[in-house]
């Protein structure tokens, strides 16, 4: 059994603690950009995750499908994702059925698509809807749409936000993640620091 003087001292020291977590907790969410400030629903589980987890990083959002012509991305994506993680770049997918029904029923069926095709390792988010003008938008692609004034019009459309969230680059479906012109955007937004 623990003294009444031990009890009271343990007490402050978790007050203490608790105070001392606050700021930082204060700091890590003003720190985070207005894009990530949203939980998403993880592909595997639905279990929502807090997109200011990548905070710092510099972000390519991605809407993916897998029965389209582009759906080759996915090993270029994971090559990118592999080769870039260590200077801070993180892949987000999101798949979709807006553009030609291209994508499984369930989440599930997703996950399990692409690990055993295409063995993605970078985080991928349930299905969702990315499309203009769709009742049940990703919120996450409307506040890109608004902010690039692109909407995805098909499969593997990219955006890449920069590490303070304050640039957002929009690259339509045919620009590979390994072409010249996406890994020039993408090394100079790697090389600012946020």
């Known amino acids: ?10 007490r402050r020291v978790l007050m203490i603690a608790a105070l001392m977590a606050a700021p930082w907790s204060a700091h890590a969410a003003a720190s985070c950009p207005d894009l990530l400030q949203r939980d ?5 589980d639905e279990k929502p995750q807090a997109l200011c987890q990548y905070a710092g990083k510099v972000v ?9 012509g582009y759906t080759p991305q996915y090993k270029a994506l994971e090559a990118v ?14 798949p979709s059925g807006d553009f030609g029904n291209q994508e499984y029923g369930s ?3 997703i996950a399990e698509f692409c690990e055993n095709t295409f063995n993605v390792k970078f985080p991928m988010f349930s299905k969702s809807s990315v499309a203009a003008g769709k009742s049940e938008l ?3 692609f409307a506040d890109l749409a608004k902010r690039t004034g692109q909407a995805p019009k098909w499969n593997f459309h990219k955006y ?3 590490r303070s969230g304050k640039e957002v680059m929009s690259f339509a479906s045919g620009v590979s ?18």
Do not use: W
């Open 160 to 162: 890449l936000i920069s």
């Open 81 to 94: 994702s592999a080769k870039y993680a260590d200077k801070g770049l993180v892949v987000l997918g999101f």
């Open 177 to 194: 993640p390994e072409s010249p012109a996406f890994t020039q955007a993408l090394d100079r937004l790697l090389a600012q620091q946020p």
């Open 138 to 140: 990703n919120p996450l």
């Open 107 to 109: 989440n599930k069926e």
């Open 1 to 10: 059994m623990f003294s009444h003087g031990l009890r009271a001292s343990m």
């Open 60 to 68: 390519l959002v991605v809407n993916t499908a897998s029965f389209c």
């Open 40 to 44: 998403m629903p993880r592909l595997q």
